[in-house]
């Protein structure tokens, strides 16, 4: 086995393999106390890049690849439905990234939809962190 490839745990034994680096993750969301707990409970896994709004998480997911996203469905301006219908997102090299939503909008439509985009989970706000660290773990090391 390849010495750079490790398990996420830390062993090299022919698990669940990805290169021996941090996980780059970029949360998108309008509420700054919202990206702060964002990175706070990521921060032992991934390098997280915060973007305020849909505008500017455009921006850097067409700028840097990355391994996992995390969106909030409602921002003003460009909200997370309208990020994963652009025709920047659909060309991105972040098209095929797993994508986790967060939202405070518990209806099944916004789930529904957010879902139909390729989202790989909904989590309600105010988000439990152990339950994002896990559902980010398991999209990347899957």
């Known amino acids: 086995m390849d010495p750079k490839l490790r398990r996420p745990d830390g062993r090299r034994d022919g698990g ?16 700054p106390d919202m990206l702060a ?9 991934a390098e997280v890049d915060l973007a305020v709004g849909g505008r500017q998480a455009l921006e850097m997911l067409r700028a840097r690849k990355y391994d996992a996203i995390i969106m909030d469905l409602h921002m003003p301006g460009l909200d997370g439905f309208a990020v994963l219908d652009s025709l920047a997102f659909r060309t991105s090299p972040n098209r095929n ?8 909008d518990r209806s099944l439509r916004a789930r ?4 139909k985009r390729r989202a790989i989970c909904v989590l309600n706000k105010p988000v439990p962190v152990d339950e994002l660290v896990k559902r980010v773990r398991s999209s990347v090391f899957a």
């Open 16 to 31: 669940d393999h990805l290169p021996d680096r941090r996980l780059a993750v970029l949360a998108v969301d309008d509420d």
């Open 37 to 45: 707990t964002l990175e706070d409970a990521l921060a032992s896994l």
């Open 97 to 104: 990234t797993p994508l986790i939503a967060v939202t405070a």
């Open 112 to 115: 529904v939809e957010f879902l």
